[in-house]
């Protein structure tokens, strides 16, 4: 009886080394380290909220920052305020990303980028029946198609750049690019786009050392969010309520911890990282023991995701109901 216990315990002990081992192995692409000091990050949307509390923290880090935005005297107002707080002068360029001629001109000027993070974005919560169509496309051309524009127009020189080390492409998602929730359509797609998008660009270019991360924040204290909380359906603010509102500057530590060490996810906080074991599928994942969790946690999270589904669609017919 004494050896059953003991080659039962040892299993149960061994199993998961085993596991560690094996994920220890395969794991792909492998760990790298991006570092950021003297080297030349590019921020779009780097003139307000989250990007301009990237701009700071790059800034911080010893980092040659530039910043690009459509409004000439915002991105002047975050260059001083940049400055004041931490005596460095950012670079600023002022072009719309869906203009592909203006961004390309920028990023000429500014030289070739090892550090590349596409952040800006635009966000019009509305139901879709509700929502004119050109709204859709303002949504999808910013967020998206904005994205595909200053990733070509940065791409050859990343490619071809003389400092060799390794050079990173960060693009900024969304807690709805991660699941899609009512009043979101258009921005849930533009954001989800942005995840295929990232998945495939990071096997072109990984023989170029180019690591891809995508940056999933919560609700985010910043102009863009407060301009966005007077927009939102009803509906929308009820599911979405409950988890609070992030800083900008936490977000941006998050954001350039997980850059630094190339992780192809970035979550910001821990219900993030949960969405971030649930979402997984098929993603790349460096870390041998974050993809332990995954393996380990798909299960159990899973019915967490349905709990979440039964809550969200109780609140729909509720609603539904009481304005019957
Ligand atoms: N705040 C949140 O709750 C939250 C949550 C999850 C994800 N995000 C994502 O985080 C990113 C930043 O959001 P934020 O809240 O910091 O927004 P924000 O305060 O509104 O800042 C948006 C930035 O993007 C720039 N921008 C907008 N349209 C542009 C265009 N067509 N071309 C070039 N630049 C443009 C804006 O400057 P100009 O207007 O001068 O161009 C500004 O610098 C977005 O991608 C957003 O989807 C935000």
Request: hydrophobic share 50%; aromatic share 8%.
């Amino acid at each position: 009886m004494a050896d059953l216990n003991f080659a039962f315990i040892s299993l149960i002990l061994l199993l998961p080394l085993a596991l560690l081992l094996f994920l220890y192995l395969i794991v792909r692409p492998r760990p790298v380290k991006i570092p950021l000091k003297s080297r030349h990050v590019f921020i779009t949307g780097g003139s307000s909220g989250i990007g301009l509390a990237l701009a700071h923290q790059a800034a911080t880090e010893g980092a040659r920052v530039s910043i690009l935005a459509r409004s000439l005297k915002k991105l002047e107002e975050a260059k001083d305020a940049i400055r004041l707080s931490t005596g460095i002068d950012v670079a600023v360029y002022a072009a719309d990303v869906r203009d592909y001629d203006a961004i390309s001109k920028a990023v000429d000027e500014a030289g070739p980028i090892d550090v590349l993070i596409v952040n800006q974005g635009v966000f019009v919560p509305q139901e879709l029946a509700e929502q004119e169509l050109d709204e859709v496309k303002f949504m999808l051309d910013v967020n998206l198609l904005g994205t595909f524009n200053m990733i070509k127009a940065a791409l050859p020189a990343m490619k071809n750049r003389v400092d060799r080390r390794p050079a990173s492409i960060a693009l900024m998602s969304s807690q709805a690019g991660q699941v899609g929730i009512y009043g979101y359509t258009a921005y849930s797609a533009s954001k989800f786009g942005i995840r295929g998008l990232a998945e495939a660009l990071q096997q072109e270019v990984i023989g170029d050392d180019i690591h891809i991360s995508l940056i999933f924040p919560p609700d985010t204290d910043t102009p863009g969010f407060a301009e966005e909380q007077k927009k939102r359906p009803e509906l929308t603010t009820i599911i979405a309520a409950g988890g609070g509102s992030m800083k900008p500057e936490l977000v941006a530590k998050k954001a350039f911890n997980g850059i630094k060490s190339g992780s192809f996810i970035i979550p910001c906080n821990f219900e993030g990282a949960l969405l971030s074991v649930a979402t997984a599928g098929l993603s790349p994942q460096r870390s041998f023991f974050m993809a332990f969790l995954e393996v380990v946690g798909a299960g159990v999270i899973r019915i967490v995701a349905l709990c979440f589904q039964w809550v969200w669609y109780g609140s729909i017919e509720k609603w539904h109901a009481q304005r019957k």
